[in-house]
């Protein structure tokens, strides 16, 4: 039988790689969970139409790229803000003052594939109800500054925008769709097609040939309402009063169609094409529109695989985690018995990581994957080790005279890696 690959655009994520995958998640939920954000876990599966409802039937995600099952009824989701509306409705989670969530885990959309770009890609994300004022805007901002410096990663562009209330997005959309009409023998195909569906996408396009008409299109900076624009600038304020560079970028609409007011991105110039790390915004309309009370909300995803290779990219990726102690039987007797000692040192040293050595082999052998593992000693358990009750520790990494000392006291010399 030829063999059976991976489906194109949902690679295996290996082992040797994921030390990256945890300290991106590891880094973003702990530092949620310090602001006061609490996990939320959905199904991968819902009803297509909630997404056709939240993200809007003519955006590129719903139109084009949704995994349908079940005769198109269900869907694979293919970002996590409308599982979480339809959550916080179903359970009445927004009913205190306000509510903190985040989520992360698979997403998928059938796209073309690319480097950053996947079928099946990973997000951690998080969202707050209840909260119509600029604070929590900027506020997730200055927790996303935070999480990149705590990751090490440099180099990254704010843009922000304001998309304004439903009504301003609309009379800005009539606005824009008069400019492009007028300068229809200019539109490429792309954006001929979205003048009559999705015109504020066109903003978006990355063609050559239409960059000196967007250049010079009316802005929805211009057009925003009073009350929105109040709430722009307060959120500038507050980001900048914090010391977080930004630029506004008029032009920044974004994919999916839940949004007013705030919209974010953060950028970087290190993957090509597929820049985009993080992304988000205000939707105050969505809760209400998907069946619930009047809810603001607002929220924001990071694509994990693209910090992952921006992690790659800096060259800044954490060390991959290591055994403290690796364990050598030599001898019939200690190599029955070498699990049992395991597990009494792990006993006796609280939170020491012991990698046992399994399938025997010859001393030489056993040394050679102590070695290998990274493991920073070797602790021998041979014929008179395992008749006192002793180990015998060998540092790996000096030349450090070996020493034996009872199971118990090894904790004295081979203290834990702080993680
Ligand atoms: P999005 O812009 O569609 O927004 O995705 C957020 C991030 O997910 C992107 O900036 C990117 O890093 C990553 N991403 C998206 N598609 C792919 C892909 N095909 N391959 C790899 N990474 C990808 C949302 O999903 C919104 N739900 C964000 C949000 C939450 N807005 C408010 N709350």
């Avoid at 690959?5 to 082992?15: E, F, K, Q, Y």
């Avoid at 110039?269 to 998907?290: I, M, N, S």
């Amino acid at each position: 039988m030829s063999r059976v690959r991976s489906v194109t655009g949902m690679p295996d994520i290996l082992p040797d790689q994921i030390s990256n995958w945890h300290w991106v998640e590891g880094c973003a939920t702990r530092l949620l969970d310090d602001y006061g954000y609490r996990e939320l876990r959905l199904p991968l599966v819902e009803h297509t139409r909630l997404f056709t409802g939240a993200i809007g039937e003519s955006t590129d995600v719903v139109s084009k790229e949704m995994y349908h099952l079940e005769g198109g009824k269900l869907s694979l989701r293919p970002e996590g803000t409308a599982g979480v509306v339809r959550s916080v409705i179903a359970h009445n989670l927004a009913a205190q003052h306000a509510r903190k969530i985040w989520y992360s885990g698979p997403m998928f959309r059938h796209e073309r594939q690319q480097r950053g770009r996947y079928r099946q890609f990973y997000q951690v994300g998080a969202e707050v109800f209840g909260l119509p004022g600029p604070d929590v805007d900027a506020e997730q901002i200055l927790m996303l500054a935070r999480l990149w410096k705590r990751l090490g990663i440099t180099g990254l562009r704010l843009e922000v925008n304001s998309l304004g209330t439903a009504e301003s997005r609309a009379a800005y959309r009539s606005t824009l769709v008069e400019y492009f009409a007028d300068h229809r023998q200019e539109l490429d195909e792309d954006s001929e097609r979205r003048l009559e569906q999705n015109p504020l996408r066109i903003l978006d396009s990355k063609a050559l040939s239409m960059q000196h008409l967007i250049r010079n299109a009316p802005t929805i900076v211009d057009a925003l309402d009073a009350e929105s624009a109040e709430h722009f600038a307060a959120v500038q304020d507050r980001v900048h009063g914090a010391g977080v560079d930004f630029i506004v970028n008029p032009r920044l609409v974004r994919g999916l169609d839940y949004y007013s007011r705030t919209v974010f991105e953060w950028v970087t110039d290190q993957l090509g094409a597929q820049g985009t790390v993080c992304a988000g915004g205000r939707y105050d309309g969505l809760v209400q529109a998907q069946g619930g009370k009047p809810t603001p909300g607002l929220g924001f995803a990071m694509g994990v695989d693209r910090l992952v290779l921006l992690l790659e990219e800096l060259n800044i990726a954490p060390a991959p985690k290591v055994p403290d102690v690796y364990l050598v039987a030599v001898g019939d007797a200690p190599g029955k018995r070498v699990l049992q000692v395991a597990e009494r040192l792990r006993d006796e040293v609280d939170g020491l990581v012991v990698e046992t050595n399994l399938g025997g082999g010859s001393f030489k052998a056993q040394f050679k994957r102590a070695d290998k593992s990274g493991a920073r000693y070797a602790l021998v358990l041979g014929e008179s080790e395992l008749a006192d009750g002793t180990l015998t520790i060998k540092s790996l990494r000096d030349d450090a005279e070996q020493t034996t000392l009872p199971i118990e006291r090894v904790g004295e010399l081979v203290r834990p890696d702080p993680k």
